[in-house]
């Protein structure tokens, strides 16, 4: 069975607030999985992960940017030196933006980064009159500066959150072609061995490979993999070779639910950027390198002192304003480790630099552990059965719903204070990381007394109270809910062998093309027994080597023209380093699961590729003898159609809709 719990929607689109989108789902309009049904749609909204979200507003009216602004003036013109120049010219900055009249929660990067300067110099000045003063004048001051300092966080985690929602979307642009249905990977491969008379050679190597796409079953898989080799290989008068590698590899895959999800996870990690477009690495560099070095430090600050500082501003005769809600940063739903070891063997025959013939076949045995890191909350939604197992017995619980909001609601108030002023006073690391224990174990305590009482039957699903809790629990998931909550882990394994035979014919006369047919059969044993079983893949492929024709037809040009001796490298390495991969071309897939003895198609796809493939083995006079290879491929996807015998496939994707949980393993 399936290891997904409750993946997020592609259905949740309409937030119960207006605001401006800034991130793009992408899915081509011929796909199945805009045909399949939502069988129960998960509630959160897509809001969550775009610039400008906002919480519903509670009742009252709130304090805005100005009247922010003013108190601090008025506290300084009570003072005994007036306002600095500095922060009256800061203020005026504030009226020229016209953002006196919004809600600090409202505001974009260029507003967030004024007001953070404001109330960053304010809290100098306030620190200043208290080194002046004596108590309890300086008391005062202090306490000020204090309120300031934490009005600064939350305009700084405002406008790192701009800054990462630009990233955001502009990683989910970048990875459009994933989003629709295909893929892009990257590879690098370093080989240092020996050579021999007559052509054979043994070759050792390593080899570092990335890829993303989206699978079969609409799943965004970001793998990562690390392989150590060998290769043996005999070459006869460059006529003829054939080559026989054994090859271990380990892989991490991190799953994500849609691109937005995997855009939100991965925006400010600079691998991943690396690992796309060039050119979007270079366009995005300053936003990335230089804005969000603290994003996570700042966003979880702003998260913890908010309900201090509320309380802070109500003793000084503010109503709280609208401020932003942080949420902790999206992660994986699972992440699958696994282990493969591969054997192949390879024939190569070239016919006077005009037709080249190939072929290849392939055993491999993968086997994999997927893993999802749970918190007690998690567990419960996942399966009931196996939380009461990790709640133990009822006698250990002594709690109701009244007394269970009460709780909930100290706790965020005497944790938030205990957090900010440790900060405040700036307590050694080793303190706060104390505190942070304390505080962590008590939100286990309310976790667990909060899935108990609905195991009790006293919190029923989807009541008003159970709705009460689960949104405190969501607007303080960084007090209530952190990572360091999930002590369960759900796993299961799964095994994967497969036999794969691969043909190849190139013709390089003039225009140079290629074409492969790849048929493999597999033995799947996994978790879903709809997932399990015996699989055939046929994989067609036709593939116009672009930049070999163009040397070509280059070489053929200069020579009619009476050009000899030119070497048209450097022209190919120009065009090939701005527009042009290295080969364009076709391909079609077609998925077939054997049943009762008869091949049945689950799927049928067809594909746009674009890939680079460079290796080059350099000899010396030594028996030594380097072997590089670099590559990069992007696949598009252009149409995909179900077949019509089985179900296989999209069962998995609606059972997933039903928030069932699986028999896999759970630890502790």
Request: glycine share 6%; net charge neutral; aromatic share 6%.
């Amino acid at each position: 069975m399936e290891l997904v719990l409750n993946p997020r929607s592609h259905h949740a689109l309409y937030p119960e607030l207006p605001a401006t989108p800034v991130l793009c789902s992408y899915k081509p309009s011929d796909s199945y999985h805009n045909e399949a049904v939502a069988l129960s749609p998960d509630t959160l909204d897509l809001v969550d992960h775009l610039q400008g979200s906002a919480p519903p507003l509670e009742e009252g009216d709130r304090a805005t940017v100005g009247d922010l602004s003013r108190f601090v003036l008025d506290k300084l013109a009570d003072s005994p030196s007036p306002p600095p120049a500095s922060l009256q010219k800061l203020h005026r900055q504030l009226l020229l933006l016209s953002i006196t009249a919004k809600e600090p929660g409202n505001l974009d990067k260029k507003e967030a980064q004024a007001c953070y300067e404001y109330f960053k110099t304010a809290q100098h000045t306030f620190d200043e009159h208290a080194q002046a003063c004596c108590p309890p004048q300086q008391t005062e001051y202090q306490q000020l500066r204090d309120l300031c300092r934490m009005l600064k966080w939350q305009f700084r985690a405002s406008r790192d959150q701009r800054t990462k929602s630009v990233l955001d979307q502009a990683l989910a642009k970048s990875r459009a072609e994933v989003a629709e249905g295909g893929s892009l990977g990257n590879r690098a491969k370093l080989g240092i061995g020996a050579t021999a008379l007559g052509g054979a050679s043994i070759v050792p190597s390593l080899e570092l490979s990335t890829k993303l796409e989206t699978t079969q079953g609409r799943i965004i898989k970001d793998t990562t993999s690390v392989s150590a080799g060998v290769t043996a290989q005999v070459s006869l008068a460059n006529l003829a070779s054939s080559r026989l590698s054994a090859q271990v590899e380990k892989s991490t895959t991190r799953k994500y639910g849609d691109i937005d999800s995997y855009a939100n996870a991965r925006s400010l990690s600079k691998w991943t950027w690396w690992n796309g477009s060039k050119r979007d690495l270079l366009t995005q560099s300053r936003t990335l390198f230089a804005s969000c070095n603290n994003y996570k430090r700042n966003i979880r600050l702003a998260a913890q002192s908010r309900p201090y500082l509320e309380s802070r501003l109500r003793e000084n005769g503010l109503v709280p304003p609208n401020f932003e809600h942080h949420a902790p940063q999206a992660q994986p739903f699972q992440v699958e480790r696994g282990q493969r070891v591969a054997l192949t063997a390879q024939a190569q025959f070239d016919g006077l630099g005009i037709v080249t013939a190939g072929a290849q076949a392939k055993a491999d045995l993968l086997r994999t552990t997927k893993n999802k890191a749970l918190d007690i909350i998690g567990v419960y939604d996942w399966s009931k059965d196996f939380t009461r197992q990790c709640l133990g017995s009822p006698r250990d619980y002594d709690t109701s719903v009244p007394q269970l909001l009460s709780d909930l609601h100290a706790h965020i108030a005497d944790s938030s204070q205990q957090l900010s002023r440790a900060v405040l006073r700036n307590e050694s690391p080793q303190r706060l990381r104390q505190l942070g224990e304390e505080i962590d174990h008590r939100s286990r305590q309310l976790a667990n007394d909060y899935i108990h009482l609905k195991l009790q039957g006293a919190i029923a699903d989807d009541s008003a109270h159970d709705e009460s809790i689960r949104q405190l629990f969501k607007e303080h998931a960084l007090l209530l809910r952190p990572d360091s909550l999930k002590l369960y882990t759900a796993k299961t394994d799964t095994e994967t062998r497969t036999i794969a035979v691969e043909s190849k014919l190139k013709l390089a006369a003039g225009a140079s093309a290629q074409a492969s047919a790849n048929i493999s059969l597999s033995s799947v044993v996994e978790d879903d027994p709809h997932l399990s079983g015996t699989y055939l893949d046929i994989t067609l492929q036709g593939q116009f080597n672009t930049l070999e024709t163009l040397q070509n037809l280059i070489s053929s040009g200069l020579a009619q023209a009476g050009v000899s001796g030119f070497d048209p490298a450097p022209i190919i390495a120009l065009i090939a380093g701005t527009v042009l991969y290295q080969s364009h071309g076709c391909s079609a897939k077609f998925t077939l699961k054997i049943k009762d003895g008869k091949p049945v198609l689950l799927l049928s796809q067809q594909f746009l590729t674009q890939s680079d493939d460079f290796n080059q083995t350099v000899t010396a006079a030594t028996p030594l003898a380097l072997e590089v290879g670099i590559g990069s491929h992007v696949h598009n996807l252009a149409a995909e159609q179900l077949g019509s015998q089985s179900l296989d496939l999209v069962l998995p994707i609606a059972l997933g809709k039903l928030d069932k949980g699986t028999q896999a393993d759970l630890e502790a």
